[in-house]
């Protein structure tokens, strides 16, 4: 089935307004958060569309939206346009599910967001989790100006540990792509894995149970990104045993013997300037990375009104 939607995000002013927009099949929430959290700025929902109702569904945020999630051959594409000076929030009830597929159908997810001056769009889901054969595949576009802001999470998944299944899905791919708003490419991104290779891709994953991004680009986020680049170095450097230089300026070791770390992340600057930064994680659990995004996105809160992943 294919669902199509498209939300244009304004300012309103005199209004208090803090609303959740739900669209079906990923579970996605969005919340419409008042910048400043000041009657003048304010996020409101301006228009909404949908081919096939009620695939956007706008709620006050004492309901519960209880949506399906992607099944094989599911193709679901939305639009958002986030107005000057507004905040917005993606965030989703709980970790994304993806089901089998049947032959070689694949779930598939478009999003394509326009990011205005001063504005700040944070998608911050839960992880993808990926059924036993499942296929499936989500490309990300967002539309930037110099000064908007954009806080991405991507992140999923080896399978359900429970039911026994480790990296067990047939093919995952995750496309996330930054541009400026004269088509001028910014960022460009493509995770693929898929069983029909070489090797399997639990063989490939060395026993690592989570990959995940991380992107923070813009200036409001500019405090943030230094913490997550100088805690990211500190962690690795503590992690990996990096001889270090100490008081006296000669190289120390913590360790002279390495053992394989349960959890990895880099950290690395793009775009003119620097005004971006992406983090790459893979850890042995999906625990260890909800830590990790709570303590290096803790200085969101006054940004969005709430800790992200608490």
Partial sequence: ????????????????????????VRRVLVKLIPFGFTPSLMAVASSLYANAPPSLLLRSLLDYCCCPYPVFGDSISCEFEIGDGCTTVFTTQASTKVYKSVGSKCSAQFLEVT???????????????????????????????????????????????????????????????????????????????????????????????????????????????SEV?????????????????????CAQSNSRHFTKPSFIASCSVFGPKGIGVIVRVAAMTTESVYKFLQHQLVGMEPLIGVLPYH
């Avoid at 089935?1 to 079906?24: C, D, P, W």
């Avoid at 992690?239 to 006296?248: A, M, R, V, W, Y």
């Fill in 1 to 24: 089935m294919e669902r199509t939607g498209k939300v244009v995000v304004e300012k309103q002013s005199k209004t208090i307004l803090l609303n959740v927009i739900a669209f079906l």
């Fill in 115 to 225: 990011v205005g001056s001063d504005a700040l769009l944070a998608i911050l889901p839960d992880p993808v989790t990926c059924f036993s054969t499942a296929r499936y595949s989500q490309k990300q576009v967002f539309r930037v100006l110099l000064d908007s802001n954009l806080v991405i999470v991507d992140w999923f998944t080896s399978g359900r540990h429970e039911s026994g299944e480790k990296w067990d899905f047939d093919l995952y791919k995750s496309t996330n792509n930054i541009f400026f708003d004269d088509n001028q490419p910014l960022f460009l991104d493509t995770v693929l894995l898929e069983q029909q290779s070489i090797s399997p891709i639990t063989e490939r994953m060395r026993g690592y149970q989570v990959i995940a991004m991380i992107i923070l680009l813009g200036p409001k986020l500019k405090h943030i990104q």
């Fill in 229 to 249: 680049q100088d805690n990211v170095k500190r962690m690795m450097s503590e992690q990996l045993h990096i001889p270090f230089t100490g008081l006296s300026g």
